[in-house]
């Protein structure tokens, strides 16, 4: 299982549970950066912060579930369209099943 697949099933069950889905958000985003310590730079979207975003389509207050329907990164200052990430996660799917990146291409 890879980082961050799961994610959007922990976000659907945080509503399930109870939880708006703008307070499902936070407790991906905002809390762990308080309980890290680390909220001067991470968490919220915010001037001087680090820019790590995803967008998605559609409105995750609306349906948690849009969060998984990513369409571009920003990371690191490097924009990552839908397309590019496709080729990644298939060059870590076949990294991971132990074939070579080259067999996708």
Avoid: C
């Avoid at 922990?10 to 890290?36: C, D, I, K, S, W």
């Avoid at 207050?61 to 924009?79: K, M």
């Amino acid at each position: 299982m890879a980082y961050g697949w799961t994610l959007h099933r922990e976000l659907e069950h945080f509503v399930e549970a109870g939880l708006t889905p703008y307070q499902a958000l936070v407790t991906a985003t905002r809390n762990p950066a308080e309980f890290l310590g680390a909220s001067k730079e991470w968490g919220t979207i915010e001037e001087g912060k680090r820019a790590d975003l995803v967008l998605i389509a559609g409105n995750p207050l609306q349906d948690i579930r849009s969060t998984a329907r990513i369409e571009a990164v920003w990371l690191g200052g490097r924009w990552l369209p839908r397309p590019e990430l496709q080729r990644m996660i298939a060059t870590a799917s076949d990294r991971l099943d132990g074939r070579e990146a080259s067999s996708r291409r």
